[in-house]
């Protein structure tokens, strides 16, 4: 029973051609999570939404957007990808805090040509 | 240096071997995760612990939080644990990733 889901698994996109990834949860969460993880490299946290409330990492370039409609959905919007934003892309959701155990999906992995 | 440091870096065991990896942190944090990531992506939570000791079948994770380390261990090794171990620490959102230790067991 998949409980954070995100779609596509695989994702190939051009060189400035926008793309949108997604994520759902069937846990009702409060706390949503965006990670990039490019090979060999520990997962970054670009963004998460606490409920409504966005955060957003110092270092995550303005290329990268997010929405959450709703507690179960939750976008990553890349404006004009670059090469260099090829990488994992991994959602996660938490009840709470870091204090909380988190679930992932099980990625995208975006290629850009 | 990284504010959360895993060792080994990559680990090669034979089946039915104990597995040691160990993660030391430098930052305040109000829990540590064990995380386990498969190749193709996916990454599972295997422990998260603020204190003492967790045991879930043959893994066992444990904190020492005065010397800010933690261990996670693998009793009698099996292929199907190869995957790559990520310890992570933090609180309020905002956790910081060890690099990950590679761990491949052979049959």
């Known amino acids: 029973d998949a409980m954070v889901i995100q779609n596509p698994r695989y994702q190939v996109t051009q060189f400035g051609k926008p793309v949108t990834l997604s994520c759902s949860q069937t846990?009702?969460?409060?706390?949503m999570y965006w990670y990039q993880q490019k090979s060999s490299q520990a997962p970054k946290l670009l963004f998460h939404y606490y409920d409504k409330d966005f955060n957003n990492e110092a270092d995550t370039p303005d290329n990268f957007q997010s929405r959450r409609p709703n507690t179960s959905f939750c976008f990553l919007d890349i404006r004009s990808p670059g090469l260099g934003d090829a990488a994992m892309y991994l959602c996660?959701?938490?009840?709470?805090?870091?204090?909380?155990?988190?679930?992932f999906g099980n990625g995208t992995r975006l290629t850009v040509t | 240096k990284n504010e959360v440091e895993q060792s080994p870096q990559n680990l090669t065991a034979q089946e039915g071997e104990f597995i040691t990896i160990n993660c030391s942190y430098s930052?305040?944090?109000?829990?540590l995760h064990w995380l386990q990531q498969h190749p193709g992506g996916g990454i599972v939570s295997l422990f998260m612990?603020?204190?003492g000791k967790k045991k879930h079948g043959r893994l066992i994770a444990t904190i020492n939080i005065q010397e800010k380390h933690s261990s996670l261990h693998i009793t009698a090794s099996h292929p199907r644990d190869s995957a790559v171990y990520i310890c992570a620490g933090g609180s309020q959102g905002n956790l910081i990733f060890g690099k990950g230790t590679k761990l491949s067991v052979k049959p």
């Open positions: 996660a959701t938490s009840r709470g805090w870091a204090n909380s155990p988190l679930h």
């Open positions: 930052v305040g944090i109000s829990a």
């Open positions: 612990l603020s204190s």
């Open positions: 846990l009702n969460h409060n706390v």
